[in-house]
């Protein structure tokens, strides 16, 4: 392989990166699917394979399912809000209490909360929507960055 800036892989990785995290493997991939013609997309199964994943890899969107065997989506989202502040989050939820959605929201500072089950055009334009919230964010940093807080 040569490098080619034109071959497939080049193609995917100036892609915008995304991790979707879900216990329901069947689910996963639909999800997977469904946003890999538009982004590079990661999957894991686990809260605890995402935050290893999160450690060696940067994504600008994280879309985590609330509730999975050994570790919640939204503990998972509160801790990328500390580590990874302009990473947009967006928890996928089957549960319908306003309490817990507007806690939800509050404590990771979600994008947005997705209902089950997910439209999988929702999900892509909802996805789209953050990367562009990333991007700008990441911007106005970097422009309200001075030399003296680059070094």
């Known amino acids: 392989m040569t490098g080619d800036e034109s071959s497939p892989a080049a193609e995917q990785s100036s892609r915008d990166h995304v991790l979707v995290v ?3 493997v069947a689910l996963l991939e639909v999800l997977s699917e469904a946003l890999g013609t538009r982004f ?43 580590e990874y502040p302009q990473m947009q989050r967006i928890l996928v939820t089957g549960y319908m209490k306003p309490e817990m959605l507007l806690r939800s929201v509050n404590e990771a500072a979600l994008f947005r909360y997705l209902l089950k089950p997910v439209s999988v055009i929702e999900l892509v334009t909802v996805v789209s929507e953050a990367a562009k919230l990333h991007d700008a964010l990441a911007k106005a940093a970097a422009e309200n960055s001075s030399p003296e807080e680059l070094v």
């Open 22 to 24: 879900d216990d329901e």
């Open 40 to 82: 590079e997309v990661t999957t894991a199964t686990s809260v605890h394979d995402a935050e290893l994943i999160l450690r060696k890899k940067k994504f600008k969107v994280v879309v985590a399912d609330h509730l999975m065997p050994g570790g919640n989506g939204m503990g998972l989202l509160v801790r990328a809000r500390e």
